[in-house]
């Protein structure tokens, strides 16, 4: 776990009033956040978001910078309580520039002023009434995507917005061609939601604010990346700080590929994944899109008190023996792939086939039993493959790396860290 974990920051829509107040009533840090969001935006965002209404607090130029602040505010909490570093950040539209800052890319202070234009630009690229949005579900994605090919013309277009899920698309554009193409849905089986949103998002609509965003970037200056951070736009790592002008810009107007962001995650070795900022979206739709991969919210009492017990070294260890058999899988298969350099007979029956056979015997057991491994069988399996490489004289080198193969494959490190790897 030590190092597959990846925090997710979330976007327009997780806010409510009172976000981020216990973290602010916890920790110094969180309210030199909120105090560093208010001086450089010139008003009272804390206020707004403990005590504001709803109204006000939705109003797309002040949810920007207020969920970018309590996202913020949230990974703050997370470095000092749990500190793990993430193998990858990524957020969802809003969100990415959160991960941005969190990674050391834009400062925070910058980042709050550039989310509050983009909130307002994004607010007037096209007049209220003009766009919508809706949620569709029940049928596949092709169906989805040539249906908004179908009830676009010259005068009004509909685009797939977001992949959010296998079973979660949200489709953006002229508010005609909106409805056109969710009543084809509808009839063809879907489910279709139309969402209360101000303006048609991450839909060729909103070129004049992706326009107005680009330039706005051009004035601010960025560092390089501490972490990954995944694009929505390519669901591929950013390539380097020269890419954040453009990525951010088309992102305003190409679809966000959330489900593909999350799969590429998984496929990296992401094991855990913790969402930093207000309510439990991203973490609801990591159980649907990659439902192995364990899903924590930092605004969830019950997961952060989750979190803490796994990362404590009690729970490191269980978590650990889960993963025993399969080191001691791996300990067997390379016992026996290993190349022999040692002709003593002798030596050979007693430090590599006597030990050996100890272990599959005990695999078998362990197995019959339906249990997992203790601790101690774990340490057996690797001592028995360090007995193998000394006898079959393999070198020091290659049998490090063996190791560490295991180590990395299985995450078993964390929990034998007093097992001594040959130097």
């Known amino acids: 776990m030590m190092n597959k974990i ?3 920051f979330p976007g327009q ?4 009033v009172g976000m981020a107040k216990k973290l602010y009533d916890l920790y110094e840090d969180v309210r030199e956040t909120f105090e560093e969001a208010n001086n450089a935006l010139g008003f009272d965002l804390k206020s707004l ?4 209404s709803m109204e006000d607090l939705t109003k797309t130029e002040n949810t920007q910078p207020a969920i970018l602040t309590a996202s913020v505010a949230a990974f703050r909490a997370y470095m000092r309580e749990i500190g793990i570093q993430p193998l990858f950040m990524a957020g969802h539209s809003l969100g990415e520039f959160t991960a941005l800052s969190c990674a050391g890319a834009i400062k925070f202070s910058d980042a709050v002023k550039i989310v509050r234009q983009r909130g307002k630009f994004m607010q007037e690229a096209v007049a209220v009434g003009v766009g919508g949005m809706a949620a569709v579900s029940g049928v596949s994605r092709d169906i989805i995507e040539e249906e908004c090919v179908r009830a676009s013309n010259g005068s009004n277009i509909v685009v797939v917005s977001n992949y959010n899920a296998p079973d979660q698309i949200v489709i953006s554009g002229h508010i005609a061609a909106v409805n056109e193409a969710g009543e084809k849905l509808a009839q063809k089986g879907a489910r279709v939601i139309p969402l209360k949103v101000s303006a048609p998002f991450h839909s060729p609509l909103m070129q004049p604010a992706a326009d107005r965003l680009r330039e706005e970037l051009m004035k601010y200056k960025f560092s390089g ?14 390539p380097d700080k020269e890419s954040i002008v453009e990525y ?18 998984q496929n990296q070795g992401v094991e855990w994944v913790v969402e930093a900022g207000p309510q439990t979206v991203l973490r609801n739709l990591m159980k649907k899109n990659a439902p192995a991969v364990k899903a924590f919210s930092y605004d969830s009492d019950q997961d952060v008190g989750a979190l803490k017990r796994l990362v404590s070294p009690e729970g490191q260890q269980a978590e650990g023996i889960k993963q025993g058999m399969s080191v001691i899988t791996k300990c067997i298969a390379t016992a026996i792939c290993t190349k022999n350099s040692n002709w003593d007979e002798q030596e050979y029956q007693t430090g590599v086939v006597q030990p050996y056979r100890k272990i599959k015997n005990m695999k078998d057991e362990i197995e019959k039993e339906g249990r997992q491994p203790q601790i101690e069988e774990i340490k057996a399996a690797l001592e028995m493959l360090k007995s193998v490489f000394i006898t079959k004289k393999t070198p020091k080198e290659e049998q490090r790396e063996r190791f560490n193969e295991i180590f990395e494959a299985t995450g078993i490190g964390q929990v034998l860290q007093d097992f001594e790897i040959p130097s």
């Open 6 to 8: 990846a925090l997710l």
């Open 13 to 16: 829509g997780s806010q409510y």
């Open 49 to 52: 978001c403990f005590e504001g």
């Open 225 to 238: 990346l501490n972490f990954p951070v995944i694009s929505n736009v390519t669901a591929m790592p950013y």
């Open 248 to 265: 951010l810009a088309k992102q305003i107007v190409q679809p966000v590929k959330w489900q593909a962001s999350m799969e590429y995650m």
